[in-house]
């Protein structure tokens, strides 16, 4: 099993940034993908950003591109999502996930149906 913790949110005003933490513990060499969704009100959950954890290579959602960055240190077994340039319309619960995917498919890595481990959530409210 994996286990995944994640940390970070709050309240910011538009325009500002916050940094969102993941903490992955237990059998995580069973992964190679991470990935942060999130769901705003009344709205489905979206797929933000991934990242290949043994390659590094990463994958945003077009509405992110340019102002979230994912990354990881894999010593700490820790992924981040830096957020800045924030919207109102970011506001959501955010979600770290973790899974075993093979494929070349990139839209495959924000997809929230690929992802086997699920962290419980860290809320960001952005206020116009």
């Known amino acids: 099993q994996v286990q995944l913790v994640e940390s970070g949110g709050g309240s910011v005003q538009a325009g500002g940034s916050l940094r969102l933490s993941c903490a992955a513990s237990?059998?995580?060499?069973?992964?190679?993908?991470m990935a942060w969704f999130r769901q705003g009100p009344g709205k489905e959950r979206e797929g933000v950003a991934a990242v290949a954890t043994r390659g590094g290579t990463t994958y945003y959602a077009d509405s992110v591109k340019g102002r979230f960055t994912i990354s990881q240190d894999n010593a700490k077994n820790i992924m981040y999502l830096q957020m800045a340039s924030l919207k109102p319309e970011d506001t959501a619960m955010y979600y770290c996930?973790?899974?075993?995917?093979?494929?070349?498919?990139?839209?495959?890595?924000?997809?929230?149906?690929?992802?086997?481990?699920w962290g419980q959530g860290t809320l960001v409210i952005v206020s116009s």
């Open positions: 237990g059998n995580t060499r069973k992964t190679n993908h």
């Open positions: 996930a973790a899974a075993a995917i093979y494929s070349d498919s990139t839209g495959l890595f924000l997809y929230d149906e690929a992802y086997s481990y």
